[in-house]
């Protein structure tokens, strides 16, 4: 991927204040060309000023949210309560704080007993909710994804088995690196999206990233198998993180 694809801002808030504007962007693409906007939403410390940013003024009232379908990229095998679910880092910082339709928000189940029954419903969940045919991937409009230190990204970590996955479009995984389980969708969902849109901040991950960005796809760090076959892939990171890329630095 050509570093043009990459915007590399100042700070957090910045990193934030930009994801905003191409929040907005691809809602009004969207808006225009199918009348509804479906976006797939990311956990982490790194969307939380973006969500922060989209439920605040002018932002807020610069998306149609009657419009909008949520979705989730990943999600913990926890309550929806919970302290580390991604569905209640959104809820509290963003959905609770804009006029969006109840049934417009679909959320991954990471509370069931039996994590494969989950995925597989959420797998129903996309189908209907994008009309589906057997075999046939959603198209999102736009997938919000963060990449971790080790490069992985939603809930796809280096070597994962569901790497290696070409046909249902959610599954459950055991994370070693954090001894549990997560959901989440899958690469061909991933890269069948019409724009996806990384956002990474910190220094610890700034190794990873010039690997990623510079390097060939690998395993090794899944973000790097993230490349949408017919849509655009963009990167917004913040100067901690773009440490090894000197020639993008801002002045």
């Known amino acids: 991927m050509a570093l043009a694809d990459v915007l590399v801002v100042s700070s957090p808030?910045?990193?934030?204040?930009?994801?905003?504007?191409?929040f907005v962007e691809a809602q009004t693409k969207a808006l225009d060309e199918s009348g509804r906007f479906s976006v797939a939403l990311s956990g982490g410390a790194t969307p939380r000023g973006l969500y922060?940013?989209?439920?605040?003024?002018?932002?807020?009232?610069?998306?149609?949210?009657?419009?909008?379908r949520v979705f989730?990229?990943?999600?913990?095998?926890?309550?929806?309560?919970?302290?580390?679910?991604?569905?209640r880092l959104a809820?509290?910082?963003?959905?609770?704080?804009?006029?969006?339709?109840?049934?417009?928000?679909?959320?991954?189940?990471?509370?069931?007993?039996?994590?494969?029954?989950?995925?597989?419903?959420?797998a129903g969940e996309l189908q209907t909710a994008f009309g589906l045919k057997r075999?046939?991937?959603?198209?999102?409009?736009?997938?919000?994804?963060?990449m971790g230190a080790d490069g992985h990204a939603a809930s796809l970590f280096p070597h994962s088995p569901a790497l290696r996955e070409v046909t249902r479009l959610a599954v459950a995984v055991y994370v070693e690196a954090v001894k549990g389980y997560r959901l989440t969708l899958t690469l061909p969902v991933l890269n069948n999206a019409v724009r996806v849109l990384f956002l990474v901040s910190g220094s610890d991950k700034a190794g990873r990233l010039r690997s990623v960005l510079t390097?060939?796809?690998?395993?090794?760090?899944?973000?790097?198998?993230?490349?949408?076959?017919?849509?655009?892939l963009h990167w917004i990171v913040d100067r901690a993180a773009a440490t090894g890329l000197a020639d993008r630095l801002p002045e």
């Open 52 to 68: 922060a940013r989209l439920a605040s003024e002018p932002f807020r009232s610069r998306v149609d949210w009657g419009r909008v």
């Open 135 to 146: 075999g046939e991937r959603p198209g999102f409009d736009l997938i919000l994804l963060g």
């Open 91 to 122: 809820q509290e910082l963003l959905l609770s704080r804009v006029p969006i339709p109840t049934e417009n928000i679909y959320r991954m189940r990471g509370e069931a007993a039996d994590q494969d029954l989950a995925a597989a419903e959420y």
């Open 215 to 232: 390097g060939k796809p690998s395993p090794d760090a899944p973000a790097s198998l993230v490349r949408p076959e017919r849509g655009t």
């Open 13 to 22: 808030a910045a990193l934030a204040e930009q994801a905003a504007e191409r």
């Open 72 to 87: 989730w990229g990943d999600e913990r095998c926890v309550p929806p309560d919970h302290p580390e679910s991604n569905y």
